[in-house]
């Protein structure tokens, strides 16, 4: 049973990373899916959130980042369009009965080990 983040990489200012996070063992449709990030030495911060098809952003990603899942292949994304420096950070996925900003990360059963975006010219 886990969770597995893919897609990361490097870009430049501008552009776009879409990320996966992959369940094995349980049935990623009856969870809602948190995405998460932790940028070199600051604390882990919520940055999306779909509970079936509801979903919710932080602030600082609103209207660039998109969340979705495709329960055909128990996977959930993050799609990052214009994407800046301070986006750069590792991005990790969890999943739980509920997420969003005013959820406790210690409350998610299940975690993602997290995969690199950077974002640098």
């Known amino acids: 049973v886990q969770l597995q983040a893919s897609g990361g990489g490097l870009v430049q200012p501008g552009g776009s990373l879409r990320l996966s996070c992959t369940a094995s063992?349980?049935?990623?449709?009856?969870?809602?899916v948190g995405w998460f990030r932790q940028a070199p030495g600051k604390e882990r911060e919520w940055v999306s959130c779909?509970?079936?098809?509801?979903?919710s952003y932080a602030d600082s990603v609103r209207g660039r980042f998109t969340v979705s899942r495709d329960n055909a292949k128990n996977t959930a994304y993050l799609q990052m369009n214009s994407l800046k420096p301070e986006d750069t950070a590792v991005y990790f996925c969890a999943a739980d009965l509920l997420c969003g900003s005013w959820y406790p990360e210690r409350s998610y059963d299940y975690w993602g080990q997290g995969t690199q975006v950077t974002v640098s010219s």
């Open positions: 063992g349980f049935t990623l449709e009856n969870y809602a």
């Open positions: 779909i509970i079936t098809t509801t979903t």
